[in-house]
């Protein structure tokens, strides 16, 4: 316990009841949820960030788009506009946000992306720009009831589960852990690989406390190979100057310094706006150690070529370094079966 805690924990009573009301005043029918004429996937969590919600989203996108007319809706987190937008070739990360613009950059050609606070108007106008669209994943959406998801996927990390950490300001829940009870799926992200069967079996355990219905699955996260347009490609050997932007960074500098020659980090808050004089510092420190290159996330690349940035880091190699789920085949295999027959089930027309 740290010190403090006790002088948090009057607001973390009272968010908590505020949040159980919410969700409550849902439950019973007071608060609205709307069912659309598509089906919805939800994808989210109870903590504040980290998880690996959009590692998930581009899973579901491999995993699904193949057979269905994609489209992702989230918020937009940490953009600088405001309201409904689907990304097009003048978007960028400061109109639609870091995550959103690194799934277009990435599935654009196979998926629509849009961005809405009010995901319950969005959906509406995704209909009409996107008629061919018969399935949209809501991205970091578990807690925005008004859209009454056809199935809930709720993620949440190894090292720190939601049955291990309070309510805000206490800890990092944004409602309490019986939120849970909502999830469909309950998948337990950034395993090691090292994770055996004893421990598996008692997150199972703790998890059952507050959902005795939803499926369990574990998953790790693998790091793919790092890549820049027109530069080099980077070798074990390779020094580099990394930069992150996330909410937990630990995972990528411990990988990072296993792969290469990590010379200097630069760690900032999730969803980083970054200005031209964090681009100095980066820039310079790069000058300052010879044949160094930028190492960083595909969220931050994505702000980092920017072209305010451009003169600045013309010069310097940046290589975007993605992140996959590591998930078992079966385990695969169930979460597209599973999603499939509930739309089945729920009488949606292909």
């Not at 998880?51 to 193949?66: A, C, H, Q, Y």
């Not at 599935?107 to 992306?113: E, I, L, M, R």
């Not at 070798?235 to 100057?241: A, E, F, I, P, Y």
Request: aromatic share 10%; hydrophobic share 40%.
């Amino acid at each position: 316990m740290r010190w403090f805690d006790p002088l948090l924990l009057p607001f973390s009573l009272g968010y908590g009841l505020a949040t159980r009301l919410r969700n409550h005043l849902f439950d019973i029918g007071f608060k609205k949820s709307v069912k659309f004429a598509v089906p919805t996937i939800v994808v989210g969590n109870l903590s504040m960030g980290g998880t690996g919600k959009t590692p998930f989203v581009e899973f579901l996108i491999d995993l699904l788009s193949e057979q269905f007319q994609l489209t992702t809706l989230s918020r937009g987190y940490g953009r600088k506009s405001r309201g409904y937008f689907l990304a097009d070739k003048s978007s960028d990360a400061s109109k639609i946000g870091d995550e959103p613009f690194q799934i277009y950059e990435k599935y654009g050609n196979k998926v629509n992306v849009a961005v809405g606070e009010e995901r319950v108007l969005a959906i509406p106008q995704i209909l009409l720009a996107c008629p061919e669209t018969d399935l949209i994943l809501l991205d970091d959406a578990f807690q925005h009831r008004y859209v009454a998801g056809d199935y809930q996927i709720l993620l949440t990390t190894f090292h720190k589960p939601f049955f291990q950490d309070q309510i805000l300001p206490l800890g990092t829940l944004r409602e309490s852990r019986i939120g849970a009870t909502r999830a469909d799926l309950i998948v337990v992200t950034k395993c090691p690989k090292s994770i055996d069967l004893a421990s598996k079996n008692e997150y199972v355990k703790q998890i059952r406390i507050y959902n005795e219905k939803a499926k369990i699955l574990f998953v790790g996260i693998k790091y793919g190979k790092p890549s820049s347009r027109g530069a080099e490609p980077l070798d074990k050997l390779s020094s580099v100057v990394a930069v992150s932007g996330i909410a937990n960074d630990a995972l990528f500098v411990e990988q990072a310094r296993q792969h290469f020659e990590v010379n200097h980090h630069f760690s900032y808050s999730d969803h980083h706006h970054y200005k031209i004089s964090d681009v100095e510092k980066i820039a310079q420190k790069c000058r300052e150690l010879p044949n160094s290159v930028i190492l960083t996330t595909e969220k931050d690349a994505v702000k980092l070529k920017a072209p305010i940035f451009r003169d600045y880091l013309a010069e310097i190699p940046i290589f975007a370094w993605p992140i996959a789920i590591d998930i078992k085949e079966e385990d695969s295999a169930f979460v597209k079966q599973a999603i499939i027959t509930i739309i089945k089930e729920k009488g949606y027309q292909k």
